[in-house]
């Protein structure tokens, strides 16, 4: 079975400029989860999905943030303008539905805003 | 509000020997899940191991057991025969709520940085 796949890997941009990242989870998995974790800290919440719907965004900073998930499957963060405290990795995870089930998680996207 | 903290920065254990990761969470729910996670230098999160709150039996997963004592609020990992592969971060992380009406946000604590040595 495929694992949540992520892309990019990597990026690099300057303050200001805008950048997405795409999130592709394990088939079937209902929910979707987005985590920023910044470095030496444990991840913390940005968004969670279920189906296409936003269940949780409530640490998601929306003048610069935005999250989507069309049709219930791929979703995309973006950031626009990014600031330098953007620098961070942005995790994907999900999992078959928000009961017991574990979140399994992607590589992550490392960013780095210069 | 949910809270984990791990109070150990970094661990060293020899190969092949025992260790003991440490976590305490505060919490007001009754239900409640708590998870073990390793994250290696590649970034990824790998889960190891899961408690429920009203499990009265400690979780075992192959070498990973925890440590459940819901009295005093903790849920040490434990790592039996140490090998060097186990070389990674550790995260404590845990979420509201227990069996079907558990709620899906993680809160992670700060994470502990583990080294084997040969």
């Known amino acids: 079975e495929a694992g949540v796949a992520q892309s990019p890997r990597y990026k690099i941009i300057e303050k200001r400029q805008s950048v997405a990242f795409w999130c592709n989870p394990i088939s079937g998995h209902a929910t979707l989860y987005w985590y920023q974790q910044i470095l030496g800290q444990g991840p913390k919440l940005l968004i969670q999905?279920?189906?296409?719907?936003?269940?949780?965004d409530s640490q998601l900073p929306k003048d610069r943030f935005s999250a989507e998930r069309l049709k219930g499957v791929d979703s995309t963060l973006k950031i626009q303008p990014a600031k330098l405290e953007d620098s961070a990795v942005y995790l994907c995870a999900s999992s078959f539905r928000a009961g017991v089930e574990t979140q399994y998680f992607g590589p992550g996207t490392r960013l780095l805003v210069l | 509000a949910q809270k984990i903290t791990q109070t150990q920065p970094g661990m060293f254990v020899q190969e092949k020997e025992a260790v003991t990761l440490d976590c305490t969470y505060d919490t007001s729910d009754q239900s409640y899940g708590l998870f073990w996670y390793k994250q290696p230098s590649s970034g990824e999160m790998i889960f190891l191991i899961y408690?429920?709150?009203?499990?009265?039996q400690n979780a075992t997963e192959g070498r990973y057991s925890l440590n459940f004592q819901k009295a005093r609020k903790s849920a040490n990992l434990v790592i039996s025969a140490s090998q060097l592969g186990d070389s990674a971060m550790y995260f404590c992380a845990m979420r509201k709520g227990a069996g079907g009406t558990s709620y899906g946000k993680l809160t992670f604590g700060q994470g502990t940085i583990l080294t084997v040595h040969p």
């Open positions: 999905f279920q189906n296409n719907g936003v269940v949780d």
């Open positions: 408690q429920g709150s009203y499990d009265e």
